[in-house]
């Protein structure tokens, strides 16, 4: 009889249906001791390697506990991957969900590994700098900066997407600038040298992607040169960020005649902006036509950019749970990837962006 919080049923026993009802399940109190015994001793010896294996780096009057609470670098493991945002206490629930205990219980280190949810989390972690970051707990920030370690030495290691890394440890790094040159006024949850240290990583970050050269990859001889300009074409209108056109514009003089043409940035603009936003910023060139490179980047200023990720979290309106859907197990399985209750489960999920993501923890 599993509960999804807890509340004044209990929680936390096992039960069991017979015939006069549900019974709580009572175990033998010398078998719950000799499992208590037990795990007791696998976790003294787990502690006691790991202290020793280090044990001349760091001063002994450190606690066995302490030390290995500091010097975890993985995210915290729970067995389900979603969470119930919870916003108020009712009968059978107590507390809150916070945002920190959503970035806690959500698998962020595994989703960055999937290529549909890369773009996803970067943007996540972009606005929780920006605007959540004294939000989030002690727990959160040290999940927070080793899942932004795991990006930073992915990028490193595949070169992918390190434009995106760039502006978000910029974000960051102005963040806390501005909140450590004001610590009298500011709220971030921690020692202070710790946020130092961190600024220091983040500025080390920068500098190695700063430094980093991309490889060429050749595929025999052929390369993207070679191919027919129509094929070209069809590649930049596949575009939907305008300095990916802009950077591979740079790459040959056919590739730049290509990556200026109107049609191109017109469809952009339309994609990105509604048309009722054109007349308020019509830009004109010299020949009389409109400009709509121009009017891309000065609509852009005034409204938010169309976003796009491969793969989103869902809410569940029915349930109130937050979670990655697998679409694999989903169409193999029929599961939904929560608990959920209702007839329908399909119905009743809404895809999360990360704005609406952070506005579902604002109280």
Not at 53 to 58: L, T, V
Not at 247 to 276: I, M, T
């Amino acid at each position: 009889m599993p509960f999804l919080g807890q509340d004044w049923r209990s929680p936390g026993w096992s039960w069991m249906k017979t015939e006069d009802g549900w019974k709580r399940c009572e175990f033998d109190c010398e078998d719950l001791e000799r499992d208590n015994n037990f795990n007791l001793q696998v976790m003294n010896v787990c502690n006691q390697e790991v202290y020793t294996a280090e044990r001349c780096e760091y001063p002994a009057k450190k606690s066995k506990k302490e030390y290995f609470n500091n010097t975890t670098r993985s995210q915290y493991w729970y067995r389900e991957k979603w969470i119930c945002v919870q916003k108020e206490s009712t009968r059978e629930r107590h507390g809150y969900c916070t945002l920190g205990e959503a970035f806690n219980r959500l698998d962020f280190s595994s989703a960055i590994q999937d290529v549909r949810r890369f773009n996803y989390v970067v943007k996540l972690l972009q606005l929780i700098a920006t605007s959540q970051l004294t939000s989030l707990s002690g727990a959160a920030q040290k999940n927070y900066f080793n899942v932004l370690e795991k990006i930073v030495r992915k990028v490193l290691e595949d070169q992918h997407n390190p434009r995106l890394i760039r502006e978000l440890l910029q974000d960051l790094s102005s963040t806390l600038c501005i909140l450590i040159r004001e610590v009298g006024k500011s709220v971030l949850v921690g020692n202070i040298n710790t946020w130092i240290c961190r600024l220091d990583t983040i500025l080390s970050w920068q500098q190695q992607l700063m430094d980093l050269q991309i490889t060429q990859e050749f595929c025999g001889d052929l390369s993207l040169c070679d191919i027919p300009l129509q094929m070209q074409n069809n590649i930049l209108y596949r575009f939907s960020d305008a300095w990916d056109i802009i950077n591979l514009g740079q790459v040959s003089p056919a590739l730049h005649v290509l990556s200026e043409d109107r049609h191109l940035w017109k469809k952009l603009c339309k994609y990105h902006f509604a048309e009722k936003m054109f007349c308020r910023h019509l830009i004109f060139s010299e020949k009389g036509h409109i400009d709509w490179k121009l009017m891309f980047f000065a609509l852009q200023k005034y409204y938010p950019k169309r976003e796009q990720y491969g793969d989103t979290l869902h809410f569940c309106r029915h349930c109130s749970i937050l979670f990655w859907k697998d679409y694999q197990l989903a169409l193999i399985f029929k599961d939904s990837g929560h608990p959920c209750t209702a007839n329908d489960p399909s119905s009743c999920l809404v895809p999360v962006s990360p704005q609406h993501f952070i506005d579902l923890f604002r109280f």
